[in-house]
């Protein structure tokens, strides 16, 4: 069992006691480099006392900015071994955010990857009062920079590392005075409802939730981990930097965002966790590739997924495979299922984890049936991870079954469902509150319950079902209830849509929907069928478009009761884009910013309008602003609908 003490006394035990083991491996212009823990102890001692010298002092705030590389890692586990508490910043952040978050946390010192990075800590350097320095990794493109204020990294190492030479027994007496109680990030929510708020997470709370994954999934020492979702989500924390070390495991850094795919197939992982949009993605990749093959291969195709579904799908569910798919299934398994595993790097994979947000379990069965073994892991970034699909048969539906606390965190994990149907948490190492913002800590806490927001049910086997966030349910006029996420996570699985936003509340007869399509699966359908276009904004209101994804709400419509059927639909005449804070850096939705945003195509949504104009302030890649102007097309879902079906006059709606 885990011991309870800090992430860097941990490092400390593993680089100490496991010198050689292979802790990390990143490939850098073109091969794989490997780290041992003694590799990584050495670096990380260097660079926190090379802090040290530069006068960050325990307690203060270090943020950090990049990539998800070796030295965004060691930053961390250096800032926390003198005691730090550190933010981890979404590397796409805008100047604007990257300010509010330092002056937020007071941050003392920004360790940046490069030279766009920097450029944005320069931007705020003279409005975060409490920031000294700025120190970087990556050199490319920094040879002109002078600043007093600006560092290298590699130069805090050597400073570190003459320290260290001159007293030799400094970093250990600092770690040592760290404890579990302690301080170690501030992990700022999404802010899809407001400005983020910083998350206190304790070592003790790291160090829980790295034992309660690992007691669930039983994960192998030694076991191949791809890190790619940022240190920003509070997951990756316990996942690619806390069971990093506790565990161990073998983390592997890609070469760069672009490069995952093909990092993937290298190394094949045995472990690897993503945010539902990047396993809507993969689905949706495999489905455009098959739109693309010819006739044949898709035949082949369909019929190898069937019998992936019949046998692992059936054994996921409990039910029984026929006789005929079980004889089927080596054959399909060695025409379709694994050569699709191998094109995905996930041959080696024995836990595929889903966090994050809601997905559809259609996704889930998608990727089961091929051969990989995905799972739903259940949390929140203020209480921690909570429930995880664990065993071999597992209700795709629910969250799954309820980890279990370290025993030296706290008491276990209780939950109970509110009058208003809200699940409350208490147990673990608990929430320790908003940084710097008690008022909010109280509104979450209710005699000693967390507060999730989370509206749930009960599956027949009494494991929870996940519904919707309490403050995203709507009602419609009529007094019909809907979950909108319930119905965006069906609709995400087709592979033309990338985002959805369904709308409708108590002023509302029905629900419509406002469609971002997948520019690069539609341009290909599209340039299959000769269908001519020549910018987002033209392919996205081209009637064939239209229509296909009709097709796909009308399927999802099939599943859902008739008040909670999607009625009238548009698309988005561009990419939703987090820097216009049309998207939280999660990539979800920020409702209310768009529902404003697009006031005029939603009122013509309800008013029975067939298009409308529309004048969309953008920011160019370059920080130049400018306006969209385009016809937007509205259409219904249903030939027969019109709003006169309704129970109330068309200007009562409008």
């Known amino acids: 069992m885990l011991v309870m003490q800090t992430v860097p006394q941990l490092l400390l035990d593993r680089g100490t006691g496991q010198a050689s083991t292979l802790s990390q491996r990143h490939k850098k212009r073109g091969y794989w480099r490997e780290y041992t823990f003694g590799d990584v102890l050495e670096r990380v001692r260097a660079l926190a006392l090379g802090l040290h010298a530069m006068g960050v002092m325990r307690g203060e705030t270090v943020g950090i900015i990049g990539e998800n590389e070796p030295e965004n890692f060691w930053s961390e586990l ?19 955010e990257i300010d509010y978050q330092l002056n937020d946390s007071q941050a003392v010192c920004l360790i940046a990857q490069d030279q766009e990075q920097v450029d944005k800590g320069l931007a705020v350097l003279g409005t975060v009062p409490t920031l000294r320095e700025i120190v970087y990794w990556d050199r ?60 206190i997470v304790t070592h003790k709370g790291l160090i829980d939730n790295a034992h309660r994954v690992i007691e669930a999934t039983k994960v192998r020492p030694g076991a191949d981990y791809l890190t790619y979702i940022a240190p920003a989500w509070i997951t990756e924390q316990i996942v690619g930097i806390t069971m990093g070390l506790a565990a161990p495991m073998v983390i592997n850094f890609p070469e760069s965002p672009e490069e995952v795919l093909s990092n993937l197939r290298e190394i094949a992982v045995e472990m690897m966790v993503f945010a539902p949009r990047q396993w809507e993605s993969l689905a949706a990749t ?74 559809a379990p259609d996704v889930f069965r998608l990727f089961h049936a091929i051969g990989v073994p995905l799972r739903n892991i259940y949390g929140a970034t203020e209480i921690g991870l909570l429930s995880l699909h664990q065993g071999e048969r597992y209700d795709l539906e629910t969250v799954g079954r309820w980890l279990t606390p370290h025993p030296d965190a706290g008491p276990p994990l209780e939950w109970k469902v509110s009058e208003a149907g809200e699940l409350m948490i208490r147990g673990g190492s608990f929430f320790q509150g908003y940084h710097g913002k008690p008022d909010k800590t109280d509104e979450r806490l209710a005699d000693g319950w967390y507060l999730t927001g989370d509206a749930v049910s009960t599956s027949q086997s009494g494991e929870l079902v996940f519904l919707e966030r309490i403050s995203d349910l709507k009602r419609l006029r009529t007094g019909d209830s809907f979950p909108p996420q319930y119905i965006e996570t069906r609709l995400r699985f087709s592979p033309f849509i990338k985002d959805i936003l369904t709308l409708g509340d108590e002023s509302r007869d029905f629900i419509t929907a406002l469609i971002n399509i997948d520019m690069e699966v539609v341009s290909r359908w599209a340039e299959d069928r000769n269908i001519a276009y020549s910018t987002f904004t033209d392919l996205s209101q081209k009637p064939e478009v239209a229509a296909l994804i009709r097709d796909d709400i009308r399927r999802v419509n099939s599943f859902l009761p008739e008040h909670a059927r999607v009625r009238r639909f548009a698309n988005f005449p561009k990419e939703l884009d987090p820097d216009e804070g049309e998207l939280t850096r999660t990539r979800k939705l920020r409702r209310e910013f768009l529902t404003e945003r697009y006031d005029a195509l939603v009122t013509d949504l309800y008013a029975g309008s067939d298009t409308t104009a529309l004048e969309i302030p953008i920011t160019y890649q370059d920080g130049r602003r400018g306006t969209l102007s385009a016809i937007v097309r509205i259409h219904d879902v249903d030939d027969g609908f019109t709003l006169a079906t309704t129970s109330h006059p068309k200007k009562a709606i409008a």
């Open 78 to 96: 250096a800032a926390l071994s003198l005691g730090c508490k550190v933010i981890s910043l979404y590397p796409d952040l805008t100047a604007d």
């Open 286 to 359: 495999i489905q455009a590739r098959m739109l693309d093959a010819g006739r044949f291969r898709r035949r082949v195709y369909e019929w190898g997924i069937a019998i992936g579904h019949k046998v692992n799908v059936g054994r996921l569910e409990g039910k029984p495979a026929p006789l005929s798919a079980r004889l089927a299934y080596p054959l399909a398994d060695m025409l379709v299922l694994k050569p699709l595993r191998d094109k995905l790097g996930l041959t080696r994979l024995k836990l595929a984890v889903c966090g994050g947000a809601t997905m």
């Open 140 to 199: 490319t493109g920094m040879w002109s920079y002078r600043q007093e204020n600006l560092t290298t990294l590699e130069s805090l190492i050597d400073t570190g590392r003459a320290s260290h030479a001159a007293e030799p027994t400094l970093y250990e007496r600092i770690v040592a005075e760290g404890t579990p109680d302690d301080v170690a990030i501030l992990s700022y929510t999404s802010g899809t409802t407001g400005r983020p708020k910083g998350v």
